[in-house]
């Protein structure tokens, strides 16, 4: 993952200029333009069996996403685009490019081989200073989860870990239990 300061001004123009010239994943997060290759074998695999472990067991009106960005609030040229997140289904059917943070139930990060414990706090700061009300880190380099919850003022309040084997509990609406067993590990 690269990280580039850039000036305000139209960032998500140049964000999309890099997408389309070089095919990395961008960014917005806190005024700085976030780039990374897409998922590797691994990491992908790690996403499809984790939409696979939620999608079946979410109640009808919520769906599993991929590539789908979500918004800062008040702020169009800050968002993240989560690996997986969960939202209305009625996403599917918005003209946006950008989702609403309090409409995703759950965002998933799932952290590549080369992400550094910065970009990781950086990027979890983001996630909850925008409002997302849960967010799950696997990092399969450590076989490792945490799930943020409540977040307020920036940070988030309620911080659960654990390790690949382990069950994510989580809360009504979302299926009362993530399986971690069958993650692959870096």
Same mark, same amino acid.
């Given at each position: ?9 139209? @960032? ?9 010239? $070089? ?26 069996? @984790? ?29 993240? $685009?989560?690996? @997986? ?74 911080? @659960? ?26």
């Amino acid at each position: 993952m690269t990280l580039i300061a850039v000036h305000p001004g139209r @960032l998500r123009d140049a964000a999309e200029q890099i997408e389309r010239s $070089t095919g990395l994943r961008v960014q917005i997060i806190g005024g700085s333009l976030v780039m990374s290759p897409t998922p590797r074998g691994k990491r992908a695999g790690a996403i499809r069996r @984790l939409r696979g472990h939620l999608e079946p067991h979410l109640p009808p009106g919520l769906g599993t996403y991929e590539v789908s960005s979500v918004a800062m609030p008040d702020d169009e040229d800050d968002y993240a $685009t989560p690996d @997986l997140v969960v939202l209305p289904v009625d996403w599917e059917e918005d003209d946006a490019w950008l989702a609403d943070p309090r409409d995703a139930a759950l965002a998933v990060e799932v952290i590549s081989s080369s992400e550094r414990a910065r970009d990781i706090g950086n990027k979890t700061d983001w996630y909850a200073t925008a409002g997302v009300a849960l967010l799950l880190a696997v990092d399969p380099r450590h076989a490792t989860w945490t799930l943020y919850s409540h977040p307020r003022d920036g940070a988030y309040q309620g911080v @659960l870990k654990g390790a690949f084997g382990d069950e994510v509990p989580l809360p009504p609406p979302l299926p009362a239990a993530l399986p971690t067993g069958d993650l692959p590990r870096y």
